[in-house]
């Protein structure tokens, strides 16, 4: 039971290494849409779940407004950007746009320091860069960073580091609203919020249309996401964040580009280097040991 808590969270990464490959099959339509879909059909799965709790539930102004930070950086901004940045290279490479895993610690663990007042051990700071470190060579081959993508490539990692500024800095905001409140209130009042936020980014952004005349295919696509690496990830993700503090998450949070590299190798044939391998063997023990020092934090 111990580590429980970081455990979870490292099964919710290992799903999000999955959401790239299911993104790509829906490169026709606008990443806006894909965003409000994915969304609005998780919000109708978890709803006579969150219908049983909601009267059970009270929340504060702060934890209001804290859910609308969430709603608007992490649920619509964030995903867009990272949507965003997948069509960008043309749902070919996953290397570039992973280059948010490797910045997303530095948000996560200033905001932290904010928000929730957590102060890292030292012994944290130690196996949390190793972590970085061993993250970036498990994702780029000998330290390589992949360019050959097309002209997209530039753009993709700016809209990848927006992605990591808003799902990074809102990691402390989930935790501060899960302290009170049970994983499903607060994964539900996430669906439900970014779900109406995201209406008029829908149509400002010209997605309306395709939203309306989606294929068959294309939602069963959605409710794929929404049963693997959205709203089911991120239900589990918050049941791991509700025992684990936020810097703590982040690391563990690494294990998403490694299962991602181990992906792409075997549906789309990208061999690994050696030092791929050696990397991820670093990145496991550093995430194992930064999972051992989640009493140490100061919250």
């Not at 081959?141 to 992949?146: A, L, M, T, Y």
Request: proline share 3%; with cysteine.
């Amino acid at each position: 039971m111990k580590f429980s808590g970081p455990f979870l969270i490292f099964i919710a990464a290992i799903l999000w290494g999955i959401d790239g490959i299911l993104r790509r099959s829906l490169y026709s339509l606008p990443p806006i849409t894909i965003v409000f879909l994915e969304h609005l059909i998780g919000a109708i799965i978890l709803l006579p779940f969150f219908l049983r709790i909601f009267r059970k539930e009270h929340l504060t102004k702060k934890e209001w407004w804290a859910l609308a930070v969430i709603a608007l950086f992490s649920g619509v901004l964030g995903t867009l950007f990272f949507t965003t940045a997948l069509a960008k290279i043309h749902f070919i490479s996953f290397s570039v746009v992973f280059l948010l895993q490797k910045l997303q610690p530095i948000f996560t663990v200033a905001t932290a320091a904010v928000v929730l007042k957590e102060r890292p051990a030292k012994q944290y700071w130690i196996w949390a860069g190793v972590a970085v470190v061993a993250a970036y060579f498990v994702t780029f081959p000998s330290g390589v960073v992949n360019l050959a993508t097309g002209s997209g490539t530039i753009i993709a990692a700016l809209f990848a580091v927006a992605a990591a500024l808003c799902w990074g800095s809102t990691t402390a905001f989930s935790r501060y609203t899960l302290l009170n409140h049970s994983n499903t209130f607060i994964v539900g009042m996430r669906f439900l919020l970014t779900t109406l936020i995201a209406i008029p980014f829908l149509f400002a952004l010209g997605g309306g249309e395709s939203a309306l005349t989606i294929g068959t295919g294309q939602i069963w696509k959605l409710v794929a996401i929404a049963l693997t690496s959205g709203m089911v990830a991120l239900w589990i993700y918050y049941r791991g964040l509700k025992s684990t503090p936020a810097s703590v998450s982040t690391i563990v949070e690494l294990a998403f580009p490694l299962t991602a590299v181990i992906i792409d190798y075997f549906l789309y044939d990208t061999a690994l280097a050696a030092s791929q391998y050696a990397a991820a063997v670093v990145l496991l023990f550093a995430v194992y040991k930064v999972s051992r020092l989640s009493r140490k934090i100061i919250n």
